[in-house]
């Protein structure tokens, strides 16, 4: 069964920047993509990112491009999100999760507890 750890969140100024990380583990077994997502309260969850071992495509959401960047060690299970740039509407909870490919995780994917990104001066 597919276990996700996260890691890297907390509070951190306008124009910081934080990495956050998430182990995965057995996803390897069954899934090629693995992704991040975040909830603000009062807001739906929307996709941030996501990366595909499969053909290496990767997808963000226009709100973070060219401010984040996802990539993927598999050798360590581990997908990292760069986060530079932050704006003090990008706090949320953000959530990792794992699937068998980009376009089907939000509905068919594993996912982690989760980790809060406070953006504030």
């Known amino acids: 069964q597919v276990q996700l750890v996260e890691s890297g969140g907390g509070l951190v100024q306008p124009g910081g920047s934080l990495r956050l990380s998430c182990a995965a583990s057995?996803?390897?077994?069954?899934?090629?993509?693995i992704g991040w997502f975040r909830q603000a309260p009062g807001k739906e969850r929307e996709g941030v990112s996501c990366i595909s071992s499969s053909d290496g495509s990767t997808y963000y959401a226009d709100s973070v491009k060219g401010r984040f960047t996802i990539s993927r060690d598999n050798a360590k299970n581990t997908v990292y999100l760069q986060m530079n740039s932050l704006k003090p509407e990008d706090t949320a909870v953000y959530y990792c999760?794992?699937?068998?490919?980009?376009?089907?995780?939000?509905?068919?994917?594993?996912w982690g507890q989760g980790t809060q990104v406070t953006v504030s001066s």
């Open positions: 057995g996803f390897t077994l069954d899934y090629s993509a």
């Open positions: 999760a794992t699937g068998k490919q980009c376009s089907s995780l939000a509905t068919h994917g594993s």
